[in-house]
Each structure stands twice: as C-alpha cells, then as structure tokens.
C-alpha cells in the first residue's frame, strides 16, 4: 500500500513571495503519477499539477512547479508570485498507473496555505 | 461541458435512515469511486468501480454500498447512517489508457448525521 506524507500543516506567507509546499511518499511501484490538488474554500478539488513518474523532468503550470526526486520519494510544490486566491488547502496525491487507475488516488493529509496581504 | 455531478450537495439526517447519494459524469469515464473527506485525514477512498457492474471496496467501505448499473452513474448508498458517516464525500471518475491519470471531482456533498 502507498503512503503519502505532508509534513506541514499550515503555511502562511506574504503575497508575491515564494512558497514550497513539501510531499514525501513510499511505494514499490515504479510506474505510478503525482498530483497537487487544491481545496479552496468552496471545497471544490482542483487539480494543479501532475507528474508521471518515468519523465525526469519535473512539471511546471504557470506559476506552479514540483521539485520531483524519485529517489528520494520527495515531491514538493512551489508556488511563486503568491496571490491570494492561492490561500486553500493543498493535497498531494499518489495514482498507482499498475492497476489501470482503478486503485484511485492516495492523498496526504493537507497542508493550509494561507496568503497574507 | 464535461462534469462530474453530485446530489444532493448539502444533506442533513438521522441515524438509521437510508439515503443515496447520486453521482453521474457525462464523459463516457470508465472508471468512477467515492472518497469522503475528514478533516486531518485528506480524502481516503470508499469504493470504486472499474466499469458496469464491476465495484471494488476501497480504504474505507464499512457502512456503505455502491451499485454501478450504467457507465455514467454511481451512487454511494447509507443503508443505516451512523454519526461517524458525517463527512464531506466527493465522487471522481476517470478515463481508461494513456489519459487515466486526471480524476474528475464532483462539487462535493457535504453529509451530516444527527
């Protein structure tokens, strides 16, 4: 089974700066995807940005991208130029690609992103 | 325009008393599950379903059903809900092959127990 880890609850920082959000994972697959999801509070779950894991080179989406370190297990999130609509809960989030998708996803536990004015 | 829809979006009721939950996505998805959200716990699978009239339990099944009779619809049923069913629960689907690893959230239906 496939663990994901967010070791930070909550965040806080000023808009316009950069924050990176923190992921470790543990599984035994090598054929798998992550994921960002964000939770704003409408409660709607909006992916930011996947990775699979056979590409080296790490994702980028505007001013989002992951730091993905296979080896490690590690995928963080950096947001750069901070907004305020950024402020909602972040999930990261483990697919399996070994069962066609069926097994679902994994998530961690969250971290609050709060984005200061 | 391509959806994931849940109804109802906001329930409130009673112990013991049945209740669906309906879900139905409109992109011909192959695959659809339940996740129901707690705080500190992120979302944590219920059920899932591979295609019609196949369903497969996921982290968390105790307490609840599914039927999956067409492609496009999967309700999650509370047989006898129980206080610790309150929850925010979210229906997902997702397409078979290459493209598989987007999942499509519904809205969310946020379900309390008295």
């Known amino acids: 089974a496939q663990t994901v880890t967010q070791s930070q609850p909550e965040m806080s920082v000023q808009e316009a700066e950069t924050v990176t959000l923190s992921c470790t994972y543990d599984?035994?697959?090598?054929?798998?995807?992550l994921f960002w999801y964000k939770q704003p509070p409408s409660r709607q779950m909006i992916l930011v940005i996947r990775?699979?894991?056979?590409?080296?080179q790490n994702a980028t989406e505007n001013r989002f991208s992951v730091n993905f370190q296979k080896a490690a297990k590690s995928f963080s999130l950096k947001i750069s130029d901070s907004q305020l609509g950024d402020t909602a809960m972040y999930f990261c989030?483990?697919?399996?690609?070994?069962?066609?998708?069926?097994?679902?996803?994994?998530f961690g536990k969250g971290t609050h992103l709060i984005i200061q004015p | 325009e391509a959806q994931v829809t849940q109804n109802p979006r906001y329930l409130i009721t009673v112990t013991g008393k049945k209740l669906t939950v309906t879900c139905s996505q409109n992109?011909?998805?192959?695959?659809m599950s339940w996740y129901r959200q707690d705080p500190g716990l992120g979302l944590r699978q219920i059920y899932y379903?591979?295609?019609?009239?196949?369903?497969d339990k996921g982290d968390v099944p105790e307490g609840y059903k599914v039927s999956r009779k067409e492609k496009r619809n999967f309700p999650l049923i509370l047989e006898s809900p129980s206080p610790n069913q309150t929850s925010l629960y979210f229906c997902?689907?997702?397409?078979?092959?290459?493209?598989?690893?987007?999942?499509?959230f519904g809205p969310g239906t946020r379900l309390l127990v008295l």
């Open positions: 989030a483990f697919m399996s690609n070994s069962g066609g998708g069926a097994d679902g996803l994994t």
């Open positions: 599984t035994s697959e090598s054929n798998y995807y």
């Open positions: 990775q699979e894991a056979y590409k080296q």
């Open positions: 992109m011909n998805h192959e695959y």
């Open positions: 379903s591979m295609n019609v009239e196949v369903t």
């Open positions: 997902a689907s997702n397409p078979q092959g290459t493209t598989l690893s987007t999942q499509y």
